[in-house]
């Protein structure tokens, strides 16, 4: 299969000559092997027990070898690391090391943080826009800019064809397969991070029917901030034998050490007016086609209103995992600006928006998102709640929608559809 690009690329293009050693950090399966393999010249693959007993013996290998070197699945050798970060304080000269994991570092191993040698970019599933299915005509930066710029465009994309996109998977060796190998390629990933993943971390498993219920209850709550009790009850509805809170606290550590949950933080706002504004989290899945296959939802389903959510009153199943969708794109699209991505919400749950990226200058755009082509005022009135409450910090409102059509309305709210929106 032919490489594709994807926007860490540019990035990449732009810094690596520059910078000596750079981390591709993110879920099994998202394409950083790919996309690092594309500019080394050595490539030490540390799940293959032959390299990774050769690098164990003589750490020094990684400096014996031409480079760029890619090592990839670094964290199955933690003292790799560390000798990586040595070898850039001796000689820092850009472009040197590639460094690929899926994974933190196990409990109780202990690494120097590599700050100011090692530089961590994160990778996720494919954006929308880099799909192939269309070319956006909104820019994400643009928006962070100000300035209103212009909004416009058409898509031919409808509710079915990115209810398709949602099912089919952001993993790009699993969205081109036939549908029926992809949904069980989608279950082997599942069982591979209970059965496998986790153990081989370090991490002790012993009721993984116990955990992948919990997995799959967090799964449900995709797009809410539902409390940890309530994914708890949930996922042990009937029980009375219930796991330790202690246990479940471990399963969203590791979870998310291995990359598969990818939370939202709650945004907070520093020198700001906002009160009373929760810190809890909004949950997300790697891949919202994961949460889709624990679910057990399938197209006709979902388009029907189907699917059970965990503590979330209104919006639809296929609501839920939209919004997931445009919160991974979204992510992408901001990490190549070096721009953060939060929620907000206040405490007594009056207001709430979807999605906030504030730029390195604090500058703000806030996203709602809808399962909708239509846009009317009630749809917009959090979004110009916020413009009173922080004025001209607030670069740009958006809403992104299943429609077809890309504009401003008269109020100055951006109405994009997501398929026109890129980075």
């Given at each position: 299969?032919?490489y594709?690009?994807?926007?860490?690329?540019?990035?990449?293009?732009?810094?690596?000559p520059?910078l000596?050693?750079?981390?591709?950090?993110?879920?099994k399966?998202?394409?950083?092997?790919?996309t690092a393999?594309?500019?080394?010249?050595t490539i030490?693959?540390?799940?293959e027990?032959?390299?990774?007993?050769?690098?164990?013996?003589?750490?020094?290998h990684?400096?014996?070898?031409p480079?760029?070197?890619?090592?990839?699945?670094w964290q199955?050798?933690?003292?790799v690391?560390?000798?990586?970060?040595?070898?850039?304080d001796?000689?820092?000269?850009?472009?040197?090391?590639?460094?690929?994991?899926?994974?933190?570092i196990?409990?109780?191993?202990?690494?120097?943080s590599?700050?100011g040698?090692?530089?961590?970019?994160?990778?996720?599933?494919?954006?929308?826009s880099e799909r192939?299915?269309?070319?956006p005509?909104?820019?994400?930066?643009?928006?962070?800019a100000?300035?209103?710029?212009?909004?416009?465009?058409h898509?031919?994309?409808?509710v079915?064809?990115?209810?398709?996109e949602?099912?089919s998977?952001?993993?790009?060796?699993?969205?081109?397969?036939?549908?029926?190998?992809?949904?069980?390629?989608?279950?082997?990933?599942?069982?591979?991070?209970?059965?496998?993943?986790?153990?081989e971390?370090?991490?002790?498993?012993?009721?993984?029917?116990?955990?992948?219920?919990?997995?799959?209850s967090?799964?449900?709550?995709?797009?809410t901030?539902?409390s940890y009790?309530?994914?708890?009850?949930?996922?042990?509805?009937?029980?009375?034998?219930?796991?330790?809170?202690?246990?479940?606290?471990?399963?969203r550590?590791h979870?998310?050490r291995?990359?598969?949950?990818?939370p939202?933080?709650?945004w907070i706002?520093i020198?700001?007016?906002?009160k009373?504004?929760?810190h809890t989290?909004?949950?997300?899945l790697?891949?919202?086609?994961?949460?889709?296959?624990?679910?057990?939802i399938g197209?006709?389903?979902?388009?029907?209103?189907?699917?059970?959510?965990?503590a979330a009153p209104t919006?639809?199943?296929?609501?839920a995992?939209?919004?997931?969708l445009?919160?991974?794109s979204v992510?992408v699209?901001?990490s190549?600006?070096?721009a953060?991505?939060?929620?907000?919400?206040t405490?007594?749950?009056?207001r709430?928006?979807?999605?906030i990226?504030?730029?390195?200058d604090?500058?703000v755009?806030?996203?709602e998102?809808?399962?909708?082509a239509?846009?009317?005022?009630?749809?917009?009135?959090?979004?110009n709640?916020?413009?009173q409450?922080?004025?001209?910090?607030?670069?740009?409102?958006?809403?992104?929608?299943?429609g077809?059509?890309?504009?401003?309305?008269?109020?100055?709210?951006?109405?994009?559809?997501l398929?026109?929106?890129?980075?």
């Amino acid at each position: 299969m032919a490489y594709r690009r994807r926007i860490v690329d540019d990035l990449l293009d732009e810094l690596f000559p520059h910078l000596a050693a750079i981390a591709l950090e993110g879920a099994k399966g998202v394409g950083k092997t790919a996309t690092a393999t594309q500019r080394a010249k050595t490539i030490l693959s540390l799940d293959e027990p032959a390299q990774r007993e050769i690098l164990a013996a003589n750490l020094d290998h990684i400096i014996q070898v031409p480079p760029p070197v890619l090592i990839d699945e670094w964290q199955l050798e933690p003292p790799v690391w560390d000798r990586v970060r040595r070898a850039v304080d001796d000689d820092n000269t850009g472009g040197r090391f590639l460094l690929a994991g899926s994974a933190g570092i196990a409990p109780g191993v202990r690494i120097h943080s590599g700050a100011g040698r090692i530089v961590s970019f994160p990778m996720r599933p494919l954006a929308f826009s880099e799909r192939g299915l269309l070319e956006p005509t909104v820019s994400l930066s643009d928006l962070l800019a100000g300035g209103q710029p212009s909004i416009e465009g058409h898509s031919p994309i409808d509710v079915s064809t990115y209810t398709d996109e949602i099912l089919s998977s952001g993993f790009p060796g699993i969205r081109v397969l036939p549908e029926r190998a992809r949904q069980i390629q989608l279950d082997s990933y599942i069982a591979r991070i209970v059965e496998r993943e986790l153990p081989e971390n370090g991490v002790s498993i012993r009721r993984p029917d116990r955990l992948r219920a919990w997995l799959t209850s967090y799964g449900a709550a995709t797009a809410t901030d539902a409390s940890y009790s309530k994914i708890l009850d949930a996922a042990t509805a009937g029980e009375d034998d219930k796991p330790a809170r202690g246990t479940v606290d471990s399963y969203r550590e590791h979870l998310t050490r291995i990359f598969v949950l990818d939370p939202i933080p709650a945004w907070i706002p520093i020198f700001n007016p906002l009160k009373r504004l929760t810190h809890t989290p909004k949950h997300h899945l790697v891949d919202p086609a994961i949460a889709a296959r624990l679910v057990k939802i399938g197209k006709a389903g979902l388009l029907r209103g189907e699917g059970d959510r965990v503590a979330a009153p209104t919006g639809t199943w296929l609501g839920a995992l939209f919004e997931s969708l445009t919160a991974q794109s979204v992510r992408v699209y901001a990490s190549a600006v070096g721009a953060e991505v939060g929620h907000l919400r206040t405490k007594d749950t009056a207001r709430e928006i979807d999605l906030i990226v504030e730029g390195s200058d604090r500058r703000v755009v806030a996203i709602e998102v809808k399962l909708a082509a239509t846009i009317s005022d009630h749809d917009v009135r959090h979004l110009n709640w916020l413009q009173q409450q922080i004025g001209s910090r607030l670069s740009d409102r958006v809403i992104v929608t299943t429609g077809q059509y890309a504009y401003r309305r008269p109020d100055g709210v951006a109405v994009i559809p997501l398929a026109l929106l890129g980075p």
